[in-house]
């Protein structure tokens, strides 16, 4: 699985748009790339996940570059309990999706009031 | 509601002792799944289970034991063999191979192990 690379802490203020980047520069044409965050002390939680095309749901919307080589993770209107680490994963679907995930040290991103 | 419950939330062991994690999901869900986390770090995963009677291990399996007998459950025992049990553990489960393929997994609320 292609590795990524995502910046340790970012700030945001409440209100304003938050954009997670991630960097998968060795991603392979079958890999999908995955987010999730995990507020503190309690389990991750899925947000996203696409292949080449821009993704939008109720959460995030997740843009990746043309070349697949990096994806910004966009949270349209930062609250106070977006407060959390988010990871970024890149993982192929060979394993049927069901054997298990790799999760990095992630961005923690402090949204301020 | 459907979802993961692990209990208890905390738990305090003394050094030697094996204990066992409970995880239970009412999600349907084919795959389970067990990760560890410290302090400041990123999930590891240590044992993942496909199917009923069937479990994998992960990365950091050693000094750790599953089983899968019921769909609904996947406890984890950490054996007095495991050098650093203390952690936070935490369950996960996904509708699993053979439909759709998907890494979107579903987390239950943690674990956290302190053996002194």
């Known amino acids: 699985d292609a590795k990524t690379t995502q910046p340790p802490s970012m700030d945001c203020a409440e209100g304003r748009a938050a954009n997670l980047p991630c960097n998968h520069s060795t991603i392979s044409g079958n890999e999908y790339v995955y987010w999730y965050r995990q507020i503190h002390s309690q389990g991750p939680q899925y947000i996203i996940h696409g292949l080449k095309n821009n993704e939008t749901n109720e959460m995030a919307s997740l843009i990746i570059t043309e070349d697949r080589k990096s994806s910004t993770l966009i949270l349209p209107h930062a609250t106070l309990r977006d407060t959390a680490v988010y990871y970024c994963?890149?993982?192929?679907?060979?394993?049927?999706?069901?054997?298990?995930?790799?999760f990095g040290k992630g961005t923690h991103l402090i949204i301020q009031p | 509601d459907g979802g993961i419950t692990q209990s208890p939330k905390y738990l305090f062991r003394k050094e030697g002792q094996n204990v066992t994690l409970s995880c239970e999901q009412n999600?349907?869900?084919?795959?389970m799944y067990w990760y560890r986390q410290d302090p400041g770090q990123g999930l590891r995963l240590i044992y993942y289970s496909q199917i009923v009677n069937d479990f994998q291990k992960g990365d950091i399996a050693e000094g750790y034991s599953v089983s899968r007998e019921k769909k609904e459950s996947f406890p984890l025992t950490v054996t007095s063999a495991q050098k650093n049990p203390t952690a936070f553990y935490l369950c996960?489960?996904?509708?699993?191979?053979?439909?759709?393929?998907?890494?979107?997994?579903?987390f239950g609320p943690g674990t956290r192990l302190t053996v002194t």
């Open positions: 999600l349907n869900h084919d795959a």
């Open positions: 994963i890149v993982r192929g679907h060979s394993g049927g999706g069901a054997d298990g995930l790799t």
């Open positions: 996960a489960s996904s509708i699993g191979p053979g439909r759709g393929y998907s890494y979107e997994q579903y």
